[in-house]
């Protein structure tokens, strides 16, 4: 029964590698449960013992990514770092590091973001997106709202405006880089992109003004 359950576990994992590979090549809504099947060297048959569908093998794709902002997440998590706006350069920049050399969450985060159009029966996948955007949002946030509060952010901004702000840079760094097909060095210059987006947060070092 154990060699059973393993073999299963395998297929499954062997079905997944192949949907991501044709996913990558034919995009998401244009792919077929054929080519799949054909790609991982297996039947429709076995195809349909783990999944429904086209949809539950993409949402599995998507259930077990770990997205870079989910990364910034943990690595908040392990920073001992007593300034929030230390902390989350760190952390960022620490998920940078690591996508720079996996290259299967390039190829999932590629899929995710370029392969995939979410109308009808992918819908209601984006809703895992949205998470990922809201959980890393209020981790920003509430960062930078410590910040906020012991008068080390700005006045020109406020948390939930530079949270924004510093989502949005994230996420075009990781999108620049690969549809440029890594024609800068992610770490080098998008660490330098987060320290001077933070260091123009930080109090002190911009115009003192109104808050955005």
């Known amino acids: 029964m154990r060699r059973t359950k393993a073999e299963a576990a395998e297929t499954r994992e062997g079905i997944l590698v192949a949907a991501e590979q044709v996913f990558l090549e034919r995009g998401v809504n244009q792919a077929t449960l054929t080519e799949i099947a054909t790609q991982a060297g297996v039947t429709r048959g076995a195809i349909y013992f783990h999944f429904h569908d086209k949809r539950d093998i993409f949402q599995a794709i998507i ?37 720079a050399t996996d290259e299967r969450q390039q190829t999932i985060f590629i899929i995710i973001n370029e392969r995939c159009e979410y109308v009808g029966e992918f819908a209601p996948v984006i809703e895992r997106l949205r998470e990922v955007r809201r959980n890393v949002g209020s981790l920003f946030t509430g960062l930078l709202a410590i910040a906020e509060r012991r008068g080390e952010l700005s006045g020109e901004w406020t948390a939930s405006t530079a949270a924004a702000v510093l989502l949005a840079l994230v996420g075009g760094l990781l999108n620049e880089w690969l549809r440029s097909e890594k024609s800068f060095d992610l770490v080098a210059c998008g660490g330098k992109a987060v320290h001077t987006m933070l260091r123009s947060l930080r109090a002190g070092t911009g115009a003192a003004g109104k808050a955005v």
């Open 63 to 99: 259930g077990r990514a770990r997205f870079p902002q989910e990364e910034i997440m943990l690595q908040a998590a392990c920073c001992n770092h007593p300034n929030p706006l230390n902390i989350l350069e760190e952390s960022i920049v620490a998920a940078l590091e690591l996508f």
